[in-house]
C-alpha cells in the first residue's frame, strides 16, 4: 500500500472517517487486482481502499460477512460467496466514493445517488509534472473555496430522487464551484 487518506482528507472529501473501533485488513489480490485495503466493524465490511503508485480509490460499503471470509446475502434467494478481489468488485459500494490517478484526476461521486460532486475532467487544466498522488489531494483541498465542507456535506447527505421526464425538459447541471449550465435534452 503506497497511500492512504488521512481522516481529516476524507472529511474534505465526502467520504466518512475511518473510526477507531475499525479494523484494518489486506484483502490479497489475484491476477487483474492488486492486493487492498478492507476496513471491518466487527464482521460487516466498511470501506475498501485500492493504493498504488499509480492510483488511489475508496469506496464505502456496509457488507455483512462470516467470519470476514464469507459474504452473505442481502436477501433470502442469494448466495453467500467466499471473499475475494474478485467478487468485491461485483458489489454495489453505497455513499460517496473518490478516486485518483498520478496524473490528478480526480473524480469524487455518490454511489447511492448515482451523482458526481466533482471530477477533474471537468476543468481546463493544465497537465503538472508532479506524479505523487498525496500533492493532487493537497492541491484539491487547496484550492477548493471556503464554504466546500458545507458543500460536501449536503451533497454526502442528499436523498436519491427519480425524476420523471418528458420531451422538451430543461435540465439544470452544476458543471464546476463557478459555471452552472443550463442544457435542454430531447427526447424521441
Same mark, same amino acid.
Given at each position: 500500500?503506497?497511500?492512504?487518506?488521512?481522516?481529516?482528507?476524507?472529511?474534505?472529501?465526502?467520504?466518512?472517517?475511518?473510526?477507531?473501533?475499525?479494523?484494518?485488513?489486506?484483502?490479497?489480490?489475484?491476477?487483474?487486482?492488486?492486493?487492498?485495503?478492507?476496513?471491518?466493524?466487527?464482521?460487516?465490511?466498511?470501506?475498501?481502499?485500492?493504493?498504488?503508485?499509480?492510483?488511489?480509490?475508496?469506496?464505502?460499503?456496509?457488507?455483512?460477512?462470516?467470519?470476514?471470509?464469507?459474504?452473505?446475502?442481502?436477501?433470502?434467494?442469494?448466495?453467500?460467496?467466499?471473499?475475494?478481489? $474478485?467478487?468485491?468488485?461485483?458489489?454495489?459500494?453505497?455513499?460517496?466514493?473518490?478516486?485518483?490517478?498520478?496524473?490528478?484526476?480526480?473524480?469524487?461521486?455518490?454511489?447511492?445517488?448515482?451523482?458526481?460532486?466533482?471530477?477533474?475532467?471537468?476543468?481546463?487544466?493544465?497537465?503538472?509534472?508532479?506524479?505523487?498522488?498525496?500533492?493532487?489531494?493537497?492541491?484539491?483541498?487547496? !484550492? $477548493?473555496?471556503?464554504?466546500?465542507?458545507?458543500?460536501?456535506?449536503?451533497?454526502? !447527505?442528499?436523498?436519491?430522487?427519480?425524476?420523471?421526464?418528458?420531451?422538451?425538459?430543461?435540465?439544470?447541471?452544476?458543471?464546476?464551484?463557478?459555471?452552472?449550465?443550463?442544457?435542454?435534452?430531447?427526447?424521441?
Amino acid at each position: 500500500m503506497i497511500f492512504e487518506l488521512s481522516n481529516t482528507e476524507r472529511e474534505y472529501l465526502g467520504l466518512d472517517k475511518v473510526k477507531p473501533n475499525w479494523e484494518k485488513v489486506i484483502l490479497k489480490g489475484d491476477t487483474y487486482r492488486e492486493s487492498s485495503i478492507l476496513y471491518f466493524e466487527d464482521i460487516t465490511i466498511k470501506k475498501h481502499i485500492i493504493s498504488s503508485s499509480t492510483q488511489y480509490v475508496e469506496y464505502q460499503y456496509d457488507e455483512l460477512t462470516k467470519n470476514r471470509e464469507i459474504i452473505l446475502p442481502k436477501t433470502t434467494k442469494g448466495k453467500e460467496q467466499k471473499l475475494t478481489a $474478485s467478487v468485491l468488485s461485483t458489489k454495489t459500494p453505497i455513499g460517496v466514493y473518490f478516486s485518483l490517478n498520478k496524473f490528478g484526476y480526480l473524480l469524487i461521486g455518490n454511489h447511492t445517488t448515482k451523482t458526481t460532486f466533482y471530477s477533474s475532467f471537468w476543468e481546463d487544466k493544465k497537465q503538472k509534472p508532479e506524479n505523487k498522488l498525496n500533492f493532487w489531494v493537497d492541491d484539491f483541498i487547496k !484550492n $477548493s473555496d471556503e464554504n466546500h465542507i458545507e458543500q460536501i456535506n449536503t451533497f454526502k !447527505n442528499t436523498k436519491k430522487k427519480n425524476v420523471k421526464y418528458k420531451s422538451g425538459d430543461f435540465f439544470h447541471t452544476k458543471l464546476t464551484e463557478k459555471i452552472m449550465v443550463l442544457e435542454e435534452f430531447y427526447l424521441t
